[in-house]
């Protein structure tokens, strides 16, 4: 967008959403960027109900698949020290703020552990420093009831998110067809991906959706 196109939009509405992705393995069944994809769709469709700016996705993780201890996924990840996402996040904030963005929603797509807490953690102590802006650290399963979402990695409810928003980079014909789906072969945490559809994962988006709408404008009665 160009300058005038964007303030034409943050004059009214000072969000920024702030989609925060990865580049890390999958499995065969499911692209490499699904963690980016998942959380700019999502972004995307929250900022075209509420309003403000979707910014480019961060493609830059900690605590990857490739690092998990019983698996042996070397390849097809690129991950980020945790001091990197610290100092990362901490300066994205800093420069959002002085471009007079009132709420900011740092929606990540991965989960992986401590890189999520570090984000909420950064995000909490900007607040506590600045009382004219609010940032909105979550992913997206932190607002949905878990018989609906959880984390997961690459299960059913990542590659649903993924049929809905992308389906041909999609091929679940790459997993077999009989027996069980593992972490440590297939790279799937949670329940098996092979049921997933792109309808499942259109609910998910709209659960989620009536519930940030919600939020969004509590916070737009106090920051907006």
Same mark, same amino acid.
Request: glycine content about 6%; proline content about 5%.
């Given at each position: 967008?160009?300058?005038?196109? $964007?303030? =034409? ?12 992705? =990865? ?29 403000? $700016? ?21 390849? +097809?990840? $690129? ?33 992986? /552990?401590? +890189?999520? +807490?570090? @984000?909420?953690?950064? =995000?909490? =102590?900007?607040?506590?420093? +600045? ?17 609906? @979402? ?24 790459? @997993? ?26 259109? /609910? $998910? ?7 940030? /709408? ?11």
């Amino acid at each position: 967008m160009r300058p005038t196109q $964007i303030e =034409a939009i943050t004059s009214s509405y000072p969000i920024a959403y702030l989609p925060w992705g =990865a580049l890390e393995y999958h499995g065969a069944h499911n692209p490499t960027g699904l963690d980016s994809i998942k959380a700019y769709g999502m972004a995307t469709d929250l900022a075209q109900r509420v309003g403000g $700016i979707v910014f480019p996705v961060v493609h830059a993780a900690a605590n990857l698949i490739s690092s998990y201890p019983l698996c042996d996924f070397k390849q +097809h990840s $690129i991950e980020f020290s945790e001091e990197l996402i610290r100092m990362m996040c901490q300066e994205y904030l800093e420069q959002l703020y002085r471009q007079n963005y009132k709420i900011v929603v740092l929606l990540t797509g991965h989960a992986g /552990e401590p +890189h999520i +807490h570090i @984000l909420k953690e950064i =995000a909490q =102590a900007f607040n506590e420093a +600045h009382q004219d802006i609010f940032v909105w650290a979550l992913a997206e399963f932190d607002i949905l009831p878990d018989d609906i @979402l959880i984390a997961n990695h690459s299960a059913i409810g990542e590659t649903a998110l993924q049929l809905y928003y992308a389906p041909e980079t999609v091929a679940l014909d790459l @997993l077999p067809q009989k027996g069980d789906i593992t972490l440590e072969e297939h790279a799937v945490s949670g329940a098996d991906p092979r049921p997933a559809t792109a309808e499942m994962g259109r /609910e $998910i988006v709209e659960l989620f959706l009536a519930q940030a /709408e919600k939020k969004m404008v509590e916070l737009m009665a106090v920051y907006g």
